[in-house]
């Protein structure tokens, strides 16, 4: 979790509950990355709000985007740090940001047994290409 706020918060459970946190963000490179923070943390990224946007239920208009700096690091990167040979299920489900995380995971990928995908289908965060074409 690479918003300040949040990560305060999600330590203080994880504390809780004696598990590892991370204060970064997964990305398709290691280094420092804008993030945009929102009112509703549950919707800060590293892309902003499209304030077009249909798929809001009126949040876009007042998407405030506030602007900061976080550390970002590649799947590939925190994999080999951490020496995982093994990841049961990858789950990523980062606003919009998905492919980024994907490009960033290179051969780590390897050692993935599942992966789920968020997908979009309607642009609400950036100007990203969504995921109309998908077959059943």
Known sequence: EPNPESYAYLRGVA???GTQTYKEA???HSGKIKYYAQELSHL???LPINHESL???GYAKEAKNKEIEVTSITLL???KQNSINLVDLLKIDVQGAE???LYGAGESLRVVTNVSVECNFLIFMGSRKVYTNLKE
């Open 44 to 46: 800060g990224g590293i």
């Open 77 to 79: 990167d925190f994999i």
């Open 15 to 17: 504390n809780k509950l």
């Open 55 to 57: 798929d809001s239920l």
């Open 99 to 101: 492919e980024d995380v």
């Open 26 to 28: 997964v990305s398709k």
